[in-house]
Structure formats: structure tokens, C-alpha cells
């Protein structure tokens, strides 16, 4: 076992074992689950919808060379920089390098998981700027010093008087449980890193092929201030974002909410098409938009696996995975959580370090059945098994899997394995729970069910003697 | 099925007899092959998988008394033998194979077995029975038609017990904890009984159940069905 799912299991350990916080996650989900409902009423047809939504997404991913350079060219056009990165380093190097091409005293920041994908706080920390997430959720868990716990829920995970508890340490705040109090406290000091920043950074939910234009839906107007106050933005996009047409957004933007957040359109959803132009008074002297790559032309060039980059990381599939919920956001260890990040992390950073998270699975489908682009995530799961175990296969567990396709196929010893089985329970009642137990892993927290007295197939003869 | 729950078997034999079927168990077969498949072993798997469908090559018709072995030859042995000499032949028997209640509702097209069964009980989705097989309804109608049977649902019915084959002793405590998650569930209804037509979902919630100190019967549908 690997150092990730040594602590994946570590982590999954202590997170199933806190009673109040699994309750709590149920319980913060429960008003999600009636909203999305609500909501996916009011299409017409939601089941067309993501036929819909799952054939749009083909068509860009399957052509994704095309669409991003129409949507590179049309960027351009208008004076923006795009700047190709193949990894997380390129694109680290690229934005730091552009911090200080301007001299950046201070950059603020809109909510992206692409971001956190490549660790971009981080980089521009150790290059010496200060930054600071204006997205509420992120800034909660920037200032807790913590990964967001879920791809749109950031701070889920949290009560309010945590919350006040935090800002009062670390803002000075007064103590407070009223969530319009605390978001006061918030934009409070929100407003003047605004003011004082001279670089906004954001992500993209969509990128429009069409019209060369990102597409960011947010509910606070933080990303709106990040990007259009600051004189530089620079976008960091994952390049399976991209969408085709401007219209596309008609359908992906309720999708996106309903899905995701139970709302039936977000907010504020506004598209960026590149600096400040010519008569214009206010927006970014420049913009940049960097696309990263980072190992997603890997999963594209996985015909199996490609429909993994219709994600429009909604995070739908996190709320309704039963090991998420129980789980929770901080045990996967990885920038995206749940079902879509036990799929796709192996592809992003390596399969057999994180192999773990696609047998973290019961496989129970509710993940592809909520999907709204229709990723076959938990079949995707059992893919990631069987690539891992073919370019690796377990000692062990391959001795253990050899027996069992020799007993299988031999009926007779099947049956002959079954009744020494009959002739041994009596040894495991014995032991039961013990460390000598061999169904300890089962018996230490549920009961075992004794092995029929007669088997079906006894039975069975006994009925067919005349 | 074979070595736990022999009933559930002879049961599912009662209920055909009695609609007038006659019924065979070749002893030839064993498992499906879904332990290896899951874990990864997809050769180990096609292995066993192509010894059940030499097994069941005459058959007529192929009964499963479980979503997850039902789901494994019909959905996952057409995906195991793609490209395979045989394919063709894992598609004819994915065809002619059906889960007891599918078998039940959508090819004989029954819904009243005749059953007679008094208590209250909720229905829990075995998730390969629900999701890869859309098997919602069938079990849910053959109960609405067994008299003196009262049926309620539980707000967590379609959520994973947390079984799961191997994942339930690979990560025991994360198994444990979906069980739990159910097992409350099926304690909100107030019912005596929770049906399944997966007897490995019965033995997961069985088995927390007990530990749980819980009453409440754990029944196979065809346990209930037999019943007259």
C-alpha cells in the first residue's frame, strides 16, 4: 500500500468514526437534494437535457483541437494573451512571471479548482505576493489553511461558530452566529483588498469557441470585482472547458445550477472577451488566459475514458456518493473530490498512487446516474482497476483470484471447499473478532451469517429423488 | 445464494412451479465471476464467466435471484467478451437473462403471485438492480400485490447498504458506516421486515443490523412471494 491510500484510509478511518460531522454533511446536503429536484422539474426534460448537455461535450472534446484554436484566434483578435501550458509548472512560471512583469504588490482571487489543481497559491506565495481568495467559501478555508473540502461547497464542512471562532482569531472580529454578520465581516475586509489589488486571477467555468469569450458563474460578484478591477486578469482554464457555441450556454448554465447548487440560475454569470478595448472605461489594461493541459490529453487520448472531460465540475456527483458523504472532502487528499476525482486523479497524477480511490467504491451508480454530461463514472472506477491491476498485479491478491477461478471452474471442488468451510465455522465462531479471525475485517462491526446447514444444490438433489 | 441463503433458491423455484414453470439447476455452475471482475481481474473473470455460459447454453430462460449477479451477465459480460471469439454468445445469454422480479413483471408480465404475507415492510434497492438493471418497479409491484403486506418507503431506499463485494472488507469502516446510514433509515419507517431482492444487501444489513441490536426481519423477495 502507497503513502495516499495509507492515508486516504487513515483519514476515511477517523472521518467515519466522527458520528456529528457525517451527520452534518447529511444534513447540509438534505436542503441541496429538494432544491435540485425543484429545479430539475422546471426543464421540460431534464433526461433530454443531459442527452443533450452529454452530445454537446462530445462534440467539443472530440474536437477539441479545433475549438480551442477558434477560441484562441478570436481572443487574440481582441488583444488578449493565451498562453498554451502543458503542465502545472509552465502555467505556474507563466503567472508569477506575469505578476512580476507588472510589479503585483497585491492580487485577488475568484474561486478555481484549476488553480488549486496546480497549487498557484502557493507559487505566488513563495515568489513573495500576497494573495487573497474573495470567493467566501475559499476565503474561510485559505484562512484555515485548508484544501476546499468539496469542488463547489469550499467550506461545507464548517459550522458557523467555527467560522466566527476563525475570523475572530484571525481578523479580530467580534463573536457572532449570524451568517449575514459573518459574510459582513467578510466583504469588510473584501472590499479593500479589492481596491488595493493590482491583479485579479480567476478560472472559467466555459470557455465559447464561438466567440472567444470565458464564461463565469459565480453568487457573490466576487469573480466580477476580481476581474474587472484589478489592470491585469489572468483566467486559468482547463482546456476541456471549452463549448462549442455562445448558445450552448442556454442550456449549460441552468444545468450547471440546478445540478450543482440546486439554484435555478446562479447569480451573476458573465462573459469575459478580452482587456479593456479602445473607447471602454473601465476593465483590465490586459488579460491573460492561460490553458492548461496537465496531462488531460492523456485522458483524451483514452477512448475509454474520454467522456471523463465533459465534467463541468459541478459537483453533483460528490452529493450523492454515499463515501463521500461519509468520508468527506479532505480524505480523498486530491484537488477534486468524490466520484469524478476518483476517476480522473489517476489519469491527472498517476495510477497506481491513486488506484486506491477507484476501489474506494461500492460501484453503486447513483454518481452516473446524476451526472448531468453523463460521465459512466463507476464504470470508469472499475476501468482504473483493471488498467492497475494489468500493469501491476498484486502478488497476493492475484494468488487469491487464481484459487478462486480454479474452484469456480471445477464445480465439484467448489462444493468440496464449501462443506471443509461447513466443518471450520464452528473454529471461526471461536476466534470471532479476534485478530485470529479471518473475516475480522467483516465480523469486528457486523454480524456473519452461518453457512446453510444444506447448501441449494443438496436441497435441490433431495427434491428431484423420486 | 447457494451456500447462505439456500431458502431464497427454493423459494424462487416455489414461485415459478406455482405460475407453471418447470424449473432446472444445472450443477455445473458456480459464481458469476464478479469478485474477480471488480477487483480488476478481467481475464480471471472472462475465465469463470465463459464456464456459466457453457453451462447455461441450452437454456431457455436464466433466472437470477440477484440485481448484482443479474447485472453481471447482463451488463458486464457483453463489456467482458467485446472483441472476445465469444461475444456473441455472452450477448445471447445477457438476453435471455433476467432478475427473479424483472423475470416476473416485464417478461411474463405478472404481478400478482398470490402471495399472502401480514406485516409492514420497506423495500431496499439493491444498487445493480436499480441502476445498471432499472429495476425500480418490478419488486415494488409484486409487493403491492401481496395481501396483508403493508409497504412504506424509507428515505434512504435507493442509497448503497454499503455491500459491495470486496470494497466490504477492502475498507471495512467506510462500508460499515453506508450500512449505518441504511440501517437508520430502515428504523425511521417503523417496519418489521426490509425486503431486497439481493441477498448480499440483506446479509450487509443484517449484519449491522444486529449489531445494531435492531429487530426488524431482513427478508429475499422471493422469501415473501412464496409465502400463501
Known sequence: MNAHAREFNEAARQQTADLGQRDWIQKALAGYYAKRDEFKNRFSNWQGARDTA?????????????????????LEARGAKV?????????????????????????????????????????????????????????IVQLRQEPPY??????????????????HDRLGSERTNNPEDLTMIARRVMRRK??????GISGANFAIAETGMISITENEGNARLTTSLPKVHVAIVGIEKVLPRLSDLALFLPMLATAGAGQPITCYNTLYGGPRQPGEPDGPGEFHVVLLDNRRTELLADAEQRDALHCIRCGACLNVCPIFKNVGGHSYGTTYQGPIGSV???????????????QASSLCGACTETCPVKINLHHHLLHNRRNAIHARPARLEKLVQTGFVFMMRRPRLYEWGARVGRILQPLQRLVRGTILDPLRAWTKTRSFPPLAEKSFRELWRERKKP | MDQFYPQTGMNIVRVLERLGHSVDYPEAQTCCGQPAFNSGYWDEARAVAERQMTVFHDAEIVVIASGSCGAMLKVFYPELFQGHPRESEARALAAKTFEFSDFLVNRLGVLDVGARFSGRATFHDGCHGLRELGLKNPPRQLLQHVRGLELVEMQEAETCCGFGGTFAVKFPMISTAMGEVKCVSIAETGADYVISNDSSCLMQIRGVLDRQGKSVRTLHLAEVLAQT
Open chain 1, 150 to 167: 468539496h469542488l463547489v461547497f469550499p467550506a461545507m464542512h464548517l459550522r458557523r461558530q467555527q467560522i466566527s471562532d476563525l475570523f
Open chain 1, 194 to 199: 479589492y481596491c488595493e489589488a493590482d491583479m
Open chain 1, 344 to 358: 480522473i486523479t489517476p489519469h491527472l497524477r498517476g495510477l497506481q498512487d491513486w488506484k486506491h480511490l477507484s
Open chain 1, 83 to 139: 498562453f498554451w501550458a502543458p503542465g502545472a509548472q509552465e502555467a505556474r512560471d507563466y503567472i508569477v512571471g506575469v505578476a512580476r512583469q507588472h510589479k503585483v504588490r497585491a492580487i485577488i482571487k475568484s474561486k478555481s479548482m484549476t488553480a488549486e489543481e496546480i497549487h498557484l497559491n502557493d507559487a505566488l506565495e513563495q515568489a513573495g505576493f500576497e494573495v487573497v481568495e474573495s470567493d467566501l467559501g475559499e476565503y
Open chain 1, 54 to 74: 452529454a452530445a454537446v461535450k462530445w462534440e467539443a472534446v472530440n474536437h477539441l483541437d479545433r475549438y480551442l484554436d477558434e477560441f484562441a484566434s478570436r
